[in-house]
């Protein structure tokens, strides 16, 4: 029998119990989810920061990883809003193709390419390049952006072109460029045992395939769906998407408050 059955009590008196009721449906609420699901090559942003030798990074590869191409995904994309998420371990050529803020457009008179491997998340922000959402793209249109970590002893230090006699600057610092999905043994670092794979002390909050291939036994799942984190969640706090997500609990609260007045 549910508590507010019991018409016995008078409504206010039921108000505890309806209360209880209500709050214990809430965990069982399921957000949807908004990963972005992209193909295995196209076009995409690249922007680059600075990220130290040795440093482990959000999906738990080992700090040798440093030592060769690595880069971060935006957050949607990534999988997870936190920790390890299903792009982890996987590898991409990532190709310059032209700078996009600068005017005009620098096209390079040569093709850089790089193989990266993804060790880490780029935040979900409501600016930015790591921004793109399964609601819209980011800045440049695209709803992938690569943050490369760079400079690196990895990556010649004149990787990215410039022409600063026309433009007064080096670093154009957002880059369009085409991505493709490789296997990993095309990466620098695959020859070296001490590169691959996850941080063993870590236990479960790391998760770095060698090679993933997009199975479930060889590719990582998300960890904030698997702890309950909505996937939209900032570093700077909770964000919620829509007023639309509240809408079942708000129908669930007034069907059971019903009941009892």
Same mark, same amino acid.
């Given at each position: $029998?549910?508590?507010?059955?019991?018409?016995?009590?008078?409504?206010?008196?039921?108000?505890?119990?309806?209360?209880?009721?209500?709050?214990?449906?809430?965990?069982?609420?399921?957000?949807?989810?908004?990963?972005?699901?992209?193909?295995?090559?196209?076009?995409?942003?690249?922007?680059?920061?600075?990220?130290?030798?040795?440093?482990?990074?959000?999906?738990?590869?080992?700090?040798?990883?440093?030592?060769?191409?690595?880069?971060? $995904?935006?957050? $949607?994309?990534?999988?997870?809003?936190?920790?390890?998420?299903?792009?982890?371990?996987?590898?991409?050529?990532?190709?310059?193709?032209?700078?996009?803020?600068?005017?005009?457009?620098?096209?390079?008179?040569?093709?850089?390419?790089?193989?990266?491997?993804?060790?880490?998340?780029?935040?979900?922000?409501?600016?930015?390049?790591?921004?793109?959402?399964?609601?819209?793209?980011?800045?440049?249109?695209?709803?992938?952006?690569?943050?490369?970590?760079?400079?690196?002893?990895?990556?010649?230090?004149?990787?990215?072109?410039?022409?600063?006699?026309?433009?007064?600057?080096?670093?154009?610092?957002?880059?369009?460029?085409?991505?493709?999905?490789?296997?990993?043994?095309?990466?620098?670092?695959?020859?070296?045992?001490?590169?691959?794979?996850?941080?063993?002390?870590?236990?479960?909050?790391?998760?770095?395939?060698?090679?993933?291939?997009?199975?479930?036994?060889?590719?990582?799942?998300?960890?904030?769906?698997?702890?309950?984190?909505?996937?939209?969640?900032?570093?700077?706090?909770?964000?919620?998407?829509?007023?639309?997500?509240?809408?079942?609990?708000?129908?669930?609260?007034?069907?059971?408050?019903?009941?009892?007045?």
């Amino acid at each position: $029998m549910l508590p507010w059955s019991n018409f016995s009590k008078t409504p206010w008196s039921q108000l505890p119990s309806f209360i209880f009721t209500f709050l214990s449906f809430l965990p069982h609420i399921s957000w949807a989810s908004e990963w972005i699901d992209y193909s295995s090559d196209g076009y995409a942003t690249m922007t680059h920061y600075s990220l130290p030798e040795n440093f482990i990074a959000a999906c738990g590869c080992t700090s040798t990883s440093t030592d060769y191409p690595t880069a971060a $995904m935006n957050q $949607m994309a990534y999988g997870s809003s936190t920790s390890y998420g299903p792009a982890c371990g996987q590898c991409f050529n990532l190709t310059l193709l032209n700078s996009f803020l600068s005017n005009p457009p620098f096209y390079p008179n040569v093709t850089k390419s790089v193989v990266i491997k993804v060790t880490d998340l780029c935040p979900l922000s409501h600016s930015g390049w790591c921004n793109a959402t399964t609601h819209g793209p980011n800045a440049g249109s695209h709803y992938l952006n690569f943050d490369l970590a760079w400079p690196s002893s990895s990556i010649p230090n004149d990787f990215f072109p410039s022409n600063e006699p026309l433009y007064g600057y080096t670093d154009f610092g957002v880059w369009n460029i085409s991505y493709q999905s490789v296997s990993c043994t095309n990466w620098k670092g695959w020859n070296n045992a001490a590169a691959l794979g996850s941080v063993v002390n870590l236990g479960y909050s790391a998760c770095c395939p060698n090679n993933p291939a997009g199975s479930t036994n060889d590719t990582c799942p998300s960890y904030s769906d698997d702890s309950g984190i909505p996937p939209d969640t900032q570093t700077s706090g909770f964000a919620i998407r829509s007023p639309i997500s509240l809408l079942p609990i708000v129908t669930l609260a007034v069907s059971l408050l019903s009941h009892v007045l």
